[in-house]
């Protein structure tokens, strides 16, 4: 569940913190005092995009912090294998900064990508924005919500549909493209012969072009490297009295010739002759490499030739000889498959029907899991919206086939509802109003949470186009949903926020001459004075105080039976 959450330099926010209970956590305000901000907040910490100019003082950073405690197994695996790991008591703490244009994440401590804040938030908590209803009214989110109910089949069944589809789509584009006449087949036969010929002549051996260069580097510059290598060999060698082979020489002979006097200098000498030797035996190199730069002009034209021939092999079939092997390999075996072009075709369109036979078997079993979860959660969410006083409402999931096939499988799911009595069932896209569809996606996610682990439910703005009768029955149905989840929610409606375990109200003050929203956790006779003001507004009287009590005495009897 959302322990806590702390927001600084944010919009109209200041500095807030806000600790959130178990249950139904309710939070109201007047209009514009900022409560969307609070969940626009939550959403930047989840990985939302990080606007500039959310900042409220740009001369200090913003921040957003959430503290989660994770107890459920299934939840912790999940954020396992996504390398997160709990603090103590099971807390994965969650960070935003934004400073400077850029945005910082963190997961207890460590930096984390905004995409892996936005998978953690796909395991904790399920957010429904004030216009996500809207998404009802395509029939791929019906799919997405029938995939995600009835994901523990569904699930490795459609990677099962998209390996084999990536497999039938390969085969057929090769196969589609092998469809050329007798002309088409010679012409391509003698390119693709000529081709292996000029790699064949060329003779490559691996690792050659890197000798030649290093070959071609030093012949070009030979002059150069060579009166470097013959000041060296003067330096170092024996030739003239100047040169160190001939000075060390002197230098051991003197240390010799008094060695018999004394140990140390006798261990000195051996030291000295030491380098001596390792010094004739640089000076040989030397020489022997000194030797290695004679070349004739014959020798360097080879060099050169040979680089270009491979230099031009290189800028038509590799950036490497090995590149040009392979390349030379691929074509051998095109070649090979021309030759014998109808038997190539025949073997072809039997391993593509093969691949359509499976596609078609893995597609054919995952429209069956389909069409079984979907009469499963038809019913549930007709029985979740007959709680929110949709009363003589039919609902139910038609699958329709699409007649080919697809990565995601070969049918689509859509949503068919009637929501007066003696009227057909009809896609809901036809039939639901704004305030419908607002209850229709409760009713789906009420049920979606009870399959799933998600812990954490928010709802900004649930109770759009509602009031009365079926205002209680969307605060009794959430009031339900808070028995086994804890729900935070954002409302104008009396009747859900007198359900509240634990209410806020967010409220919009001057200070220094400047707007800020602070939120303040409700007291017993706080919360009667906010209902009070959501009933009557501005001119609380003792008859609207009574209302709010009565409202709120009623919500705790409702929650108790």
Do not use: W
């Amino acid at each position: 569940m959302l322990i806590s959450l702390h927001v600084k330099n944010l919009a109209l926010i200041d500095e807030a913190e806000v600790y959130f209970s178990e249950g139904l956590n309710i939070l109201t305000g007047e209009t514009g005092a900022g409560k969307s901000i609070l969940i626009g907040s939550i959403n930047l910490a989840l990985g939302g995009q990080a606007a500039k100019s959310l900042i409220r003082d740009p001369e200090q950073p913003a921040l957003v912090e959430l503290v989660f405690e994770v107890t459920n197994p299934d939840s912790l695996n999940k954020l396992q294998e996504l390398d997160l790991y709990p603090e103590d008591g099971g807390l994965f703490i969650l960070t935003r900064k934004l400073v400077n244009g850029r945005s910082i994440g963190k997961v207890n401590g460590e930096i984390v990508s905004a995409g892996v804040l936005k998978q953690i938030a796909e395991i904790l908590i399920n957010i429904h924005g004030q216009h996500e209803h809207q998404s009802l009214l395509y029939k791929k989110k019906h799919l997405e919500i029938l995939d995600d109910y009835g994901s523990k089949e569904i699930a490795p069944q459609k990677r099962k549909v998209q390996e084999a589809y990536a497999a039938y789509s390969g085969l057929k584009e090769t196969y589609d493209a092998t469809g050329m006449d007798e002309e088409q087949r010679a012409r391509e036969i003698s390119f693709l012969e000529f081709e292996i010929q000029e790699i064949e002549d060329a003779g490559l051996r691996d690792g050659e072009d890197e000798e030649l260069e290093s070959r071609y580097r030093k012949m070009v510059n030979a002059r150069k490297i060579l009166e470097a290598v013959t000041m060296a060999d003067g330096l170092t060698g024996a030739a003239e009295e100047t040169g160190a082979l001939e000075t060390i020489g002197r230098a051991v002979r003197e240390l010799h010739s008094v060695a018999a006097y004394d140990e140390k200098i006798q261990n000195l000498n051996i030291q000295l002759q030491e380098v001596e030797n390792l010094l004739n035996d640089f000076h040989r190199e030397l020489s022997d490499y000194a030797q290695e730069l004679c070349f004739s002009q014959e020798d360097f034209q080879k060099t050169e030739d040979r680089l270009d021939t491979i230099n031009h092999l290189k800028s038509k079939y590799g950036q490497s000889i090995r590149q040009i092997q392979e390349y030379q390999a691929a074509r051998q075996e095109k070649l090979e498959k021309l030759a014998d072009y109808e038997q190539y075709r025949k073997k072809l369109a039997e391993e593509l029907k093969q691949a359509e036979d499976v596609l078609s078997k893995t597609t054919e079993r995952l429209c069956v899991l389909r069409t079984k979860y979907a009469g499963q959660l038809g019913r549930q969410i007709r029985s979740a919206l007959k709680d929110l006083n949709f009363l003589d409402v039919l609902f139910h999931i038609e699958m329709r086939p699409l007649g080919h096939f697809t990565a995601n499988g070969g049918d689509e799911a859509e949503f068919m509802i009637s929501t007066n009595p003696g009227e057909e069932e009809r896609p809901l896209a036809q039939v639901a109003s704004g305030g419908e569809l607002s209850r229709i996606m409760l009713a789906i996610k009420t049920v979606m949470a009870d399959q799933d682990a998600t812990e954490t439910l928010i709802f900004d703005e649930i109770d759009t186009g509602i009031s009365g009768r079926t205002a209680q029955k969307v605060s009794e149905k959430l009031a339900f949903v808070a028995k086994g989840h804890q729900v935070i929610c954002i409302t104008h409606l009396a009747q859900i926020a007198a359900m509240a375990d634990t209410h806020f109200a967010i409220e919009k003050n001057i200070k220094n001459k400047e707007t800020i929203t602070t939120i303040r956790k409700l007291n017993d006779s706080e919360m009667i004075q906010e209902l009070a003001r959501i009933l009557g507004g501005a001119e609380i009287t003792e008859t609207v105080l009574k209302n709010a009590k009565e409202m709120k005495e009623l919500a705790i009897g409702t929650k108790s039976s």
